[in-house]
């Protein structure tokens, strides 16, 4: 089982970034996914999330009306398009692949962005 992450950065504030989480070695159109982000010295907190087959997406409100999240299950990735960035922005990314119907979840290596000018 593996999720990397990739297209993290520097950014400068107001700018964009999309990440890439590409799924291997598990049925990923069975999984919910999940971005996650981790600042210095702050606990892992959730961003954005998005249903198996992409019926559904919540945001949590710090990003609500810039970042996207989105999926192509024929591809095996999960996206997060990140726009109008802020420097409280600067963390490591995750994501995150959650099965509820037989619990498991899997968690990627994290990419780093910075938003700075």
């Known amino acids: 089982v593996q999720l990397v992450e990739s297209g993290g950065g520097l950014a400068q504030p107001g700018g964009s970034l999309r990440l890439s989480c590409a799924a291997s070695g598990f049925t990923f159109s069975s999984y919910a996914m999940s971005w996650y982000r981790q600042a210095p010295g702050k606990e892992r907190e959730l961003v954005a999330s998005i249903g198996s087959v992409a019926d559904s997406t919540f945001y949590v409100d710090f990003v609500k009306g810039r970042f996207t999240i989105s999926r192509d299950n024929a591809k095996n990735t999960v996206y997060l398009q990140m726009n109008r960035l802020k420097p409280d922005d600067t963390a490591v990314y995750y994501c995150?692949?959650?099965?509820?119907?037989?619990?498991?979840?899997?968690w990627g290596q994290g990419t780093q962005v910075t938003v700075s000018s």
């Open positions: 995150k692949a959650v099965r509820l119907s037989i619990p498991s979840h899997y």
